[in-house]
């Protein structure tokens, strides 16, 4: 499947999670997450872009997962 269905570059996880005080605000307003999502896209092109030292043009599945706001 690997070889199928993903090109041979790295790929990377990575998770951002939000302090509690603030999730409220994605709970009531789902427009915030899409405008978040994008903002961490953006940063995360620029992260990749300086370290390789020019413009690099990446993607990503971006998912916001509440289920963390009930485990205790």
């Known amino acids: ?5 993903l090109l041979r570059l790295p790929h ?3 998770v951002f999670t939000f302090p509690k ?3 409220v605000f ?3 307003d789902h427009g ?3 405008d978040v999502s994008r903002l961490v896209y953006r ?3 620029g992260v990749y ?10 993607a990503a599945v971006i ?10």
């Open 32 to 34: 915030i997450v899409g």
């Open 1 to 5: 499947m690997n070889e199928r269905l």
């Open 49 to 58: 872009s300086a370290a390789a030292g020019r413009r690099i043009q990446g």
């Open 12 to 14: 990377r996880q990575i």
């Open 63 to 72: 998912a916001y997962a509440s289920a963390g706001d009930f485990v205790r």
């Open 43 to 45: 940063m995360m092109q």
């Open 21 to 23: 005080v603030l999730r």
């Open 26 to 28: 994605f709970r009531h």
